[in-house]
């Protein structure tokens, strides 16, 4: 059967951190030079330190060889010894790459020294003690999870979102387009034959600026409206009805110039949307 892997522990059953990463050389050559340099060397090489830059680097040699002289001031055997050393490292790394906060962090090195301080093949086995297990949990404590959020801020990676809109497809509508000077009514006998036509309140046809007076999707409206009959005998026709009929002509044009203008704009509207189709259906 295939090895199952533990995603919480990242370890496959039955594998151990025992000679995995140091093995009997390099403990035996570590401690026949006994210097602290050929020591960072060694781990350096082992852990793969090298891969990391600048201050990074500096910070994760100085981690591995802590551990290393750690292990040395515990006493520990050569077996104790590579276990620790690879359990760090193991740590640091699933705790960087999961990005575990420290809890997580936590649950993990308790599991993974439980996982060595037990003979209980092949799920654990009997490396450490239960007074090794004590010294090793308040060496982590006291450096390790001390240090976390440090260890966090230089090796965690920040992820930056930047959104960007994506271009809308629909066409523009048509701006709005509001009246114009010349589209105010502003002869004084025009206005009083409208007032007295349609018999409203003085005020409402008082002259208003022209940024209070739009009409949506209408550009221009005609100005050649015919005055009203200043004489009877000229037109035959009373003052009223002159501006009445005045009035009908006006709304007659205006009404024939504004479904003009919304048919072109419909016939525009179409017109893009048959663009945006057919280009969609190039691209399919």
Request: proline share 5%.
């Amino acid at each position: 059967m295939p090895q199952t892997t533990q995603p919480a522990l990242g370890l496959s059953k039955g594998e151990f951190f025992t000679f995995k990463d140091l093995t009997r050389t390099d403990l035996a050559t570590m401690a026949g030079k006994g210097t602290r340099d050929y020591a960072r060397h060694v781990l350096d090489r082992v852990f793969n330190v090298e891969a990391e830059e600048g201050f990074r680097k500096e910070i994760l040699s100085d981690f591995h060889l802590n551990n290393y002289l750690f292990c040395l001031e515990s006493g520990f055997s050569d077996r104790k010894q590579s276990a620790l050393c690879s359990l760090m490292a193991h740590l640091f790394r699933q705790t960087v790459r999961t990005r575990l906060d420290i809890h997580a962090a936590f649950d993990l090195f308790k599991a993974l020294l439980l996982r060595h301080s037990v003979q209980r093949p092949p799920w654990s086995v009997g490396v450490f003690s239960t007074q090794d297990v004590k010294d090793v949990t308040n060496y982590v404590l006291d450096t390790f999870f001390r240090h976390f959020k440090l260890y966090q801020y230089v090796y965690v990676t920040r992820e930056e979102v930047r959104v960007v809109p994506a271009r809308s497809l629909m066409p523009a509508m048509p701006p709005v387009v509001a009246f114009e000077e010349k589209d105010v009514v502003t002869d004084e006998a025009q206005v009083e034959a409208i007032k007295a036509l349609l018999k409203v309140p003085v005020g409402v046809f008082a002259k208003r600026p022209a940024a209070e007076t739009q009409v949506p999707n209408v550009e221009d409206f005609p100005t050649d409206v015919p005055a009203p009959a200043a004489d009877k005998r000229e037109s035959g026709l009373s003052a009223s009805e002159s501006v009445e009929a005045s009035l009908q002509a006006w709304q007659a044009k205006l009404t024939a110039d504004f479904e003009s203008r919304l048919e072109k704009q419909d016939a525009e509207f179409q017109r893009r949307i048959d663009a945006v189709q057919a280009a969609k259906g190039g691209k399919k």
